[in-house]
């Protein structure tokens, strides 16, 4: 078995600690054990924010609703493809498109 280098795991150590710097996450405010989120959606949760060496409140939320609000924001949408910007279907006969109505042929 080989082991890795001092140097190359340190480097890996830092790029996956600065990956997580930032990272948020939210947690009941209920007593008792920790639950899974859909358990007591009316309760309050205070939001953590990761340092790199410890969990930082933040804020809090006042229900799940709004801490769903703050910890996904979504991404702006593309605007919808329009009537140009379809691809062009082109005149072929793939298996997938109608074919076009046989001519008669005369004899």
């Given at each position: 078995m080989?082991?890795?280098?001092?140097?190359?795991w340190a480097q890996r150590r830092a790029a996956?600690?600065?990956r997580k710097l930032g990272r948020l996450r939210a947690r009941t405010l209920a007593p008792g054990p920790e639950?899974?989120?859909h358990v007591n959606p009316g309760v309050e949760r205070v939001i953590e924010q990761w340092d790199g060496?410890?969990?930082v409140p933040v804020?809090?939320?006042?229900?799940?609703a709004a801490t769903k609000a703050l910890l996904f924001v979504p991404e702006p949408v593309d605007a919808r493809l329009t009537e140009w910007d379809r691809p062009n279907m082109?005149?072929?006969t793939g298996r997938h498109r109608k074919p076009a109505?046989?001519?008669r042929q005369e004899e």
């Open positions: 080989s082991e890795e280098p001092l140097e190359s996956d600690r600065a639950r899974g989120s060496y410890q969990w804020t809090v939320a006042v229900d799940l082109g005149e072929d109505p046989v001519e």
